[in-house]
């Protein structure tokens, strides 16, 4: 097989589509051998899909080619964003050699062009192409520059990207946007949160109202604390995820906040966990922590109420003296307080109804009005301008443990809304909030000091919230879908659509010829026109509607001494054209011949 058959065969959209698959290779190994983040396998997957679509959609040669390799190179840089090792560097050179010798495929195929004889046997004149040094120089760099770009920023690229689309909707979040919960937070903080619509999770399935994410102990110099949360010991969660009843699903865009550790948001009676590592990471207090940190952004579960539990998470620890801690600086201004409000309750549970019920006589408020010289509690409590969550149950949480009430801090979401669009449950950084766990008969029990009622007033969703949390679903879910899709289905995706283009490019070439050769055939022989313009000058001119046959017959009676001649080869003229009966070469002839005849020179 030599070149010049190559060449008619169209070897250069083989040449072109070499890049693709080796990166394709590259990317297969790559994943096989090392832990490839996910973004970064459906950032190349995509990029080889462009690069498919770019070597068969342009019409030039020099876009096909440059534009398929380009989106190459940026495929295996992509797929480099694992630990890679020996396997990765050998065949990035090889992928090197390969892009150069397919940048040099069309200035080879044109000089083999240029070689080959013409009809008459001689060489055609070369058209002596020069390779464009500058345009491959800058087309060096631009891809050298994009490639160190990507392996430095492509995890987040999805992620930002989703921000911006929240952002355009008016959901973007602030400076001080942070997603998940530290082991300390001071009291406070929690109100810059409390003033963002980003949307950091999605839940699909039985809907939830508290999604707890971590447990505090220890109240001391404004600070909730856990004792706890360095003992962490592992528990199965591998349930088979048909057991489940909910799917929490966290958003690209809160991944790239600043989020102080990994965790997860639960029910405090979750049960059935599924993970896809088949484990978590559990603290006494009972916080959840994804083990490994970072492995995925879905976790599934079932409530008690809905079904059996056939995996139980361990219960939280029992009570220890931290639970009830309160410094003694503020002990006995809020044991006073506490007296006064549990006076006349017999038990447990009744003294903590009776502090709820006080607390709700406060105003809910995001306001700051804090002078810092007492305890934000305290003063709280005695000055009475209001508060946002985190006070209502720091106040509850520290009351109750000066009438000896073991108490913890909960902190996490609480989940209030549903978008219409999508029909999943939607928690945004707005909606987090702190409740109290309490001791009461022999069991930890949550209770929610701060008047909902005003939250709600405060946090209603409005329609370009739903359309930016929208926009964001369809974001994470088709990104979500390139990152999570088979090495083997993305080869049989890239297959079908290869054979397809192929199939396309090669039946919109044999339209434009069949197009070609019917326009070709739609318009009359220069013969045929040149022996009319006679006929016009002698007196017999053809209409426009007039029929060819007609035509004949009308000349062959006009008793010239060509009548005859010209009324056959009008005739024969007919066949061939309409018909494609006869030869065109002895037709033509014939009709010249006459031409000179009616009409001499």
Known sequence: MNARFLLRTNALVVVRLVPTAAAGVILAVTAATTQLPAVARGFAIALLLISVLVAFLPKRNDVRTHGSVTAAIIAVAASGQGRTGPAFAIGACIFAVLVIVCLRAPLVAARLRAAEPSEGGATRAAPSPTPRKGALAILALVTVAVTGLLVFTLPRLSAIAERQVQRLAGNGPSDDDQVGFSEHIRVGTLRHV????????????????????AVLDRYELRVWSSTQSSNLVIVPAATPEEQSTTRIELSRAALTGRTPEPRWFLPDDACNLHTPSGRVALDPLGALHPDPPN???EIAFARPNHGSCTAALPLPALPNPNDLGVSAKIRSDLAKIAREWTRGTNSRQEALDAIVRELSRYPYSLDDRSEGRVDPVLEFLQSRHGGHCELFASAMALLARTI???????????????????????VRDRNAHTWVEAWVDGRWQSFDPTPISEVHATTRPTRWDDVGEALSFGWDRSIGFLANISLARAGIFFG??????????RFLQRRATTTRRLTAASRPLPAFETLATALARAGWERTPSEPLERFARRVDAAGEPWSKDVADVLTRYAELRYGGIGEERSVVQRLDELARKVAPA
């Not at 073991?406 to 939607?426: C, F, H, K, Q, W």
């Not at 079908?496 to 396309?504: P, T």
């Open 194 to 213: 409390l003033q963002s619509n980003r949307v950091v999770m999605r839940v699909d399935g039985e809907p939830v109202e508290y999604l707890r994410g």
């Open 404 to 426: 000896q009430i073991p108490t913890r801090l909960a902190v996490g979401y609480r989940v209030d809304e549903v978008n219409p669009i999508t029909g999943m449950s939607v």
């Open 295 to 297: 492995i995925s952004r």
């Open 496 to 505: 079908v659509i290869a054979g397809a283009l192929i199939f396309l490019r």
